[in-house]
C-alpha cells in the first residue's frame, strides 16, 4: 500500500458510514411499502408514494444542496445533511399518533431533503479523492456499504413492526431512536478527520489541469452534454435500482411466502457481489465504461426472463438483477462530473436531482402491478436500461468530442 492510498483509508472509512447511513435510510422504504398498504388501507400505487416522498426531494432540494455545499464544504454538507435526515426521521412519530398518510409523506420527504443533501456530498468527494479512472472502484465498495444497511433497515425495524399484524403506533419508538442517533453521528462527524478537498480546477486560481482548461471556456453548467445526459441516466439507474430493491418484499408478501420482509435481502446480496466485483476488476481488467455496457446487457436479459418465468421462480430473478444493477451507479457518476472544473460542486447537485428516477420508476411500477401483475410490471425497466446502454457507448463521449476542440 502507497503513502498516498494509507491517507485515503481514515476518510474512506468514514465517508463508507455515512454511505451505510443512506443506504439505511433508503431501506427504510422498502420496509413501509408493505407495512403502510395495511395501516392506512391503500393500494399499490399509493404506498409506492412512500418512495416518491423521499425521491421528490432530490429534485426539490437538489439545486439548494449545491448552495449548502459551496457556502460550507463537502464535509459541512454532510453534517448538515445528518440533522435534517433527524427531523425527517423525528417528524414520523406525530404522523403515527395523528394517523395521516400525508403528513407521514411530509416526514420522509424532509428525510430525503437531508439524503439529498448527503448523496451529492459523499459520492462527489469519493470521486475526486483519487485517481480518476478508479473512482467507480472506490463508490462500489461505499455501495457495499450502502447496500448492507438497506437491508439491514428492514431487520431493525422487524423487530418493533410485524408486517404480518399492521400496528401504525409501532412506529414511533424506532424512529425516535433513530432521530437520535443521526444527531449524535452529526455530532461525531464535525470532529472527524476528513479533509476538505477540491476537483481538477475546482480552485479558481487553478489553471494548469486540462480539466481546468476544459471547463475555463465554459459560462454554464448546461454547457456539459455528458453532465446532463449523466443526470438522465441517473434518473434512470436510481429508478430500476429501486424498482428491485422496494419491490421485492411486496412482491413476497403478494406470493405469501414465509418472513417477507427478509427478501430485501437478496437484492442486496446481488448488489454487494456486483459492488465487491467492481472493487476488484476496476480499473485493473475492465474499464468503468466496459462495466457500465455489460451491467446494461445483463439487466435487459434478467428483466425479459423475470417476465417470462413463473412468479415463483422469478422473485429470486429480482435479486439477480441486484447484482446487474450494481456497477452502474458507479459508473455514471464520476464520468457524468468528469472535466467539470469549477462547476464540480454545481454539477454534483445537478446530478442529485436525477434521483427522482427513484420516485418515478417505482410508482409506474406500482400502477403496472395494479393493472396487471408483478411480472409484467418489470417491463417499466426496459427503457431505462436501453437509455444506460446508450450513455455507456455513445452519451458519455459528447465531452470528449467536445473537448477535444479546445
Not at 443506504?23 to 412512500?50: C, E, H, Q, R, W
Not at 407521514?104 to 437531508?114: I, K
Request: hydrophobic letters at 55%; glycine letters at 8%.
Amino acid at each position: 500500500m502507497t503513502n498516498n492510498q494509507r491517507t485515503l483509508v481514515i476518510p474512506l472509512l468514514l465517508i463508507g458510514s455515512m454511505f451505510g447511513v443512506l443506504g439505511f435510510a433508503l431501506g427504510i422504504n422498502a420496509f413501509f411499502i408493505p407495512f403502510v398498504k395495511d395501516a392506512f388501507n391503500i393500494s399499490i400505487t399509493m404506498s409506492y408514494l412512500v418512495m416518491t416522498a423521499t425521491f421528490a426531494a432530490f429534485v426539490v432540494f437538489g439545486v439548494p444542496s449545491g448552495f449548502i455545499i459551496r457556502k460550507f464544504g463537502y464535509k459541512g454538507g454532510m453534517i448538515i445533511a445528518f440533522f435534517m435526515m433527524a427531523l425527517g426521521f423525528y417528524l414520523i412519530a406525530p404522523a403515527a399518533r395523528m394517523i395521516s398518510f400525508p403528513l407521514f409523506l411530509a416526514a420522509l420527504f424532509v428525510s430525503g431533503m437531508g439524503q439529498t443533501l448527503l448523496t451529492g456530498a459523499v459520492n462527489t468527494y469519493v470521486s475526486i479523492i483519487g485517481p480518476p479512472e478508479s473512482a467507480a472502484a472506490r463508490i462500489a465498495g461505499m455501495g457495499i456499504s450502502s447496500k448492507t444497511f438497506y437491508a439491514a433497515a428492514s431487520l431493525l425495524l422487524s423487530l418493533f413492526m410485524d408486517l404480518n399484524n399492521v400496528r401504525i403506533e409501532d412506529t414511533i419508538l424506532p424512529f425516535y431512536i433513530i432521530a437520535a442517533a443521526l444527531v449524535v453521528m452529526g455530532i461525531l462527524y464535525y470532529f472527524a478527520p476528513l479533509p476538505e478537498i477540491k476537483a481538477a480546477g475546482e480552485d479558481e486560481s487553478d489553471t494548469a489541469s486540462n480539466a481546468s482548461a476544459f471547463a475555463s471556456t465554459k459560462t454554464s453548467i448546461f454547457q456539459f452534454p455528458h453532465l446532463l445526459l449523466g443526470v438522465v441516466a441517473i434518473f434512470f439507474d436510481v429508478g430500476v435500482e429501486y424498482v428491485a430493491l422496494g419491490s421485492i418484499n411486496d412482491y413476497a408478501t403478494i406470493l405469501n411466502l414465509k418472513s417477507p420482509q427478509n427478501y430485501v435481502w437478496l437484492v442486496s446480496i446481488g448488489m454487494i457481489l456486483g459492488y465487491i466485483a467492481g472493487v476488484l476488476f476496476i480499473p485493473k481488467y475492465i474499464s468503468q465504461v466496459t462495466a457500465l455496457l455489460a451491467s446494461t446487457i445483463t439487466a435487459i436479459a434478467i428483466t425479459i426472463t423475470i417476465m417470462l418465468l413463473p412468479a415463483y421462480i422469478s422473485i429470486y430473478l429480482v435479486g439477480v438483477l441486484g447484482l446487474a444493477n450494481a456497477m452502474m451507479w458507479p459508473a455514471i457518476w464520476p464520468m457524468a462530473i468528469a472535466d467539470l472544473g469549477r462547476f464540480t460542486k454545481t454539477g454534483s447537485s445537478l446530478l442529485v436531482t436525477g434521483l427522482i428516477g427513484g420516485a418515478f420508476l417505482p410508482l409506474a411500477f406500482g400502477y403496472a402491478a395494479d393493472q396487471s401483475s408483478y411480472q409484467v410490471a418489470y417491463s417499466v425497466c426496459l427503457p431505462a436500461y436501453f437509455f444506460i446502454m446508450y450513455y455507456a457507448i455513445w452519451g458519455h463521449k459528447i465531452r470528449t468530442k467536445t473537448k477535444s476542440n479546445h
